[in-house]
């Protein structure tokens, strides 16, 4: 059966993505979130599962992690959530995290709990492609999970095809080099990067994640990219109107 990611990539259009913190605002939110985001037309979902020592996240996702850690949010608490999640949701579903909560957890009974619950992908910033590649490929592809790479603008041609090489979904694009974090546009820089990753025409489409927070960003991210991914803006409206200000904030992205 085709991973729903592969599926979801092939249709036409652009694709919005939304990253949220697992148990943020309150820890039983987790389902309604989900469900609201695909009620709203959302693509695909990055699940964050919160860590209490995040590399990559800007201060709004940091901020949300902790809250979520000190609401409970645990990898058992979140599986436990998901388990009948595919009961009434049929997007592609991806969990975000680093790779200390699973290696704890164990990795392969961490793969096998993400396929029982229909996880389709994980991202996880921390585990270096080489690494994956040589030790947990296999594993992953065992379970029918997708790993997602980040690359940014520092990141060479050689390692990009590497990392094109070991995909088999989609790269995750970082916009700039900094963490994660809204921005009201993007430079003449940041074009150019999205060109040049245009340009060298890898064999996995590209979907662009940081700095995106309103229709404006959105188009620009896609105009090169299969589609954009937003996190930051997303928790600060959820911060500020809660489960039910889902639909409002979907309608200002497109």
Avoid: W
Avoid at 95 to 116: L, S
Wanted: proline share 4%; glycine share 8%; charged share 20%.
């Amino acid at each position: 059966m085709a991973n729903r990611i592969n599926t979801k990539l092939k249709e036409d259009g652009k694709l919005l993505s939304i990253y949220f913190t697992a148990g943020y605002p309150k820890l039983a939110d987790t389902v309604e979130i989900i469900q609201q985001l695909e009620k709203n037309g959302v693509d695909m979902i990055e699940i964050g599962l919160p860590f209490s020592d995040p590399l990559a996240d800007g201060p709004t996702i940091q901020k949300s992690s902790t809250a979520a850690l000190k609401n409970g949010m645990t990898t058992d608490i979140l599986f436990n959530q998901l388990k009948d999640i595919r009961k009434s949701v049929s997007i592609p579903l991806i969990i975000m995290g680093y790779f200390n909560p699973m290696f704890q957890y164990g990795v392969e009974a961490f793969c096998k709990k993400c396929q029982e619950i229909g996880i389709d992908g994980l991202i996880i910033p921390d585990l270096p492609v080489d690494v994956y590649h040589e030790e947990y490929q296999e594993m992953f592809e065992k379970y029918g999970l997708i790993n997602v790479f980040l690359i940014t603008p520092q990141t060479s041609d050689e390692r990009i095809r590497f990392i094109d090489s070991v995909s088999n979904g989609f790269i995750y694009m970082v916009s700039s080099a900094s963490v994660t974090g809204a921005q009201s546009g993007f430079g003449d820089e940041q074009q150019t990067y999205f060109q040049r990753i245009a340009d060298m025409k890898l064999d996995n489409p590209q979907i662009v994640g940081f700095g995106i927070s309103n229709s404006e960003t959105f188009e620009q991210a896609t105009k090169s990219a299969k589609g954009a991914i937003i996190g930051s803006a997303f928790i600060k409206h959820l911060n500020g109107h809660g489960v039910d200000g889902i639909s409002a904030f979907t309608k200002t992205i497109r």
